[in-house]
């Protein structure tokens, strides 16, 4: 039995007298035990759960500090202070609504629920997610707020990061060039650190280059593009490795030689490689000349983190730029060329018609696509281009002939057609694509030569004969002599398989061998 015993004195009579009494405090012990040893409990719980726990004196600005305090935050129960130092130490851009949220909160009778950085006694800030209570007293005018700080900046960098990883895949489709992709990839990686001091470097393996087509610097000048020396940049695209370059770090470096100091010396650089399918085709680095402790081992791990995608986005812009670039050029020849560029789908149908194609056949583009190809065909022609279609399609040729066409006022031309089958992915005909050139005027001048080839040769073997004929009259010893010979040689080059303008050649050599 546990007894609590008051004594006071008591005179009666002229003396003094010892009067006391006696309490059996037996079960208020026992429940100051169990309150005691719930109250350790607690404490082990909220240590093992690593947070910070406070009770906030709304009145007086004092705060008294618990749980976790040094393991979160570094700092002793007697170094965190009151409700002006709890503030000071909030980042600028988080202070005014933290601060402001806790008047919010107990005026509307909800609970303090909020996120913000705080500095971390060695440096740097930590994401933490701040809920408190509000206990209101009236009666004993007393206003607290109880509450636990926990540390959640693992889950807000996560966050952060695949939030910026988003917004960069997202700056790739909406950047209308690879500035502005540049640019964006800048502002958002500094939503994750401080980025003031921001550039990308870009390695040309065929010229052996590196170029800097975005540099944003507080003491630099944008750089030419050089040949890959020993500065930081070149130590991270030689060995794509992310690197964290301190004081320390530096200096041993280049005691190896490693580096060398290039450029203003900044208190500490941090870059990493831009790697896309195992090749390093950069870097990008970031830097602070005042605050040594600007970057550590988590900025280093957030830019790698980003940089893949960063990567990607490049190397995806970059080719997009150069398909841009060869598509207008492809666009302005095919706009410029003579030639009919025309493009069909599987059924035939027209899909592009260039201006040549309707200098050509009179169509204008807006009259021609969509349209089966017969109405330039003519009808004694379709049969056969029906022939060459059906080859193109089943890969078995076609892809020259000429034949005539119809323009648009009803004239028969000649055209020389180039046909290319294209070919999808997976292998099968899409589409074909088509170089038509008039060819009418060179047609007509070849039947035209053809023909006065004709009449010359009449015209000559008519005037040997004739003058055959004349000299066998005159020595009719030699009569036949000059046929049989011609019979004899064309006879010999048939068995040579000569070609009949050389068999006609050696022919008309027999007849006038021995003349004169």
Request: glycine fraction near 8%; charge should be negative.
């Amino acid at each position: 039995v546990q007894v609590e015993i008051r004594t006071f004195p008591l005179k009666m009579e002229g003396k003094t007298l010892i009067l006391g009494i006696a309490n059996d405090i037996t079960r208020r012990k026992k429940s100051e035990e169990e309150v005691s040893a719930w109250e350790k409990r607690f404490e082990l719980v909220i240590s093992a759960s690593g947070q910070v726990v406070y009770d906030y004196d709304l009145d007086t600005g004092r705060i008294d500090w618990g749980g976790s305090l040094e393991q979160v935050l570094g700092y002793n129960l007697e170094d965190m202070g009151g409700i002006n130092d709890w503030a000071e130490r909030i980042h600028p851009e988080d202070r005014d609504e933290a601060v402001g949220l806790i008047d919010e909160a107990e005026k509307a009778h909800k609970t303090y629920d909020v996120d913000y950085r705080f500095r971390h006694c060695f440096g740097g800030y930590r994401w933490i997610h701040d809920r408190g209570y509000f206990l209101i007293d009236e009666k004993r005018r007393s206003r607290r707020m109880i509450g636990m700080m926990q540390d959640v900046t693992d889950k807000k960098q996560a966050e952060v990061l695949q939030n910026a990883v988003y917004r960069i895949a997202q700056a790739a489709d909406k950047s209308p060039s690879l500035e502005d992709l540049y640019r964006s990839v800048h502002d958002i990686i500094g939503t994750v650190m401080p980025a003031g001091n921001f550039y990308i470097a870009l390695f040309d393996r065929a010229k052996d280059l590196i170029s800097f087509p975005y540099f944003v610097d507080e003491e630099d000048t944008p750089p030419e593009p050089v040949t890959p020396g020993k500065g930081l940049t070149e130590y991270v695209i030689r060995t794509s490795r992310p690197l964290l370059c301190d004081e320390a770090t530096d200096r041993d470096l280049r005691s190896r030689g490693e580096v060398e100091v290039i450029g203003a010396p900044s208190a500490i650089w941090l870059g990493v490689p831009l790697i896309v399918d195992g090749m390093t085709i950069g870097a990008m680095v970031v830097q602070h000349y005042e605050d040594p402790k600007a970057y550590g081992t988590a900025e280093l791990r957030m830019l790698e983190f980003v940089s893949s995608q960063v990567a990607r986005s490049i190397e995806r812009k970059r080719a997009e730029d150069a398909l841009r670039r060869n598509q207008q050029r492809l666009s302005l020849h095919i706009q410029q060329t003579p030639l009919a560029v025309i493009e069909w789908d599987t059924d035939f149908k027209v899909l592009k018609w260039n201006d040549s194609a309707e200098r050509i056949f009179g169509y204008a583009a807006a009259e021609a696509v969509g349209r089966h190809a017969s109405f330039i065909i003519p009808d004694r022609y379709k049969a056969q281009v029906d022939q060459v279609w059906t080859n193109l399609m089943a890969g078995r040729g076609g892809q020259r002939s000429t034949n005539e066409n119809i323009t648009k006022d009803g004239r028969l031309i000649y055209c020389e057609w180039y046909n290319t089958a294209l070919a999808g992915g997976d292998g099968r005909v899409i589409g074909v694509a088509s170089l038509a050139q008039d060819v009418t005027d060179r047609q007509k001048a070849e039947e035209s030569l053809r023909e006065g080839l004709t009449k010359l040769r009449s015209t000559l073997k008519a005037s040997i004969d004739s003058l055959a004929s004349a000299i066998e009259m005159r020595d009719p010893y030699t009569a036949g002599h000059q046929e049989r010979v011609t019979h004899l040689a064309r006879a010999i080059a048939g068995e040579m398989a000569l070609s009949e303008e050389s068999v006609e050649a050696i022919e008309i050599a027999g007849v006038i061998h021995d003349l004169g």
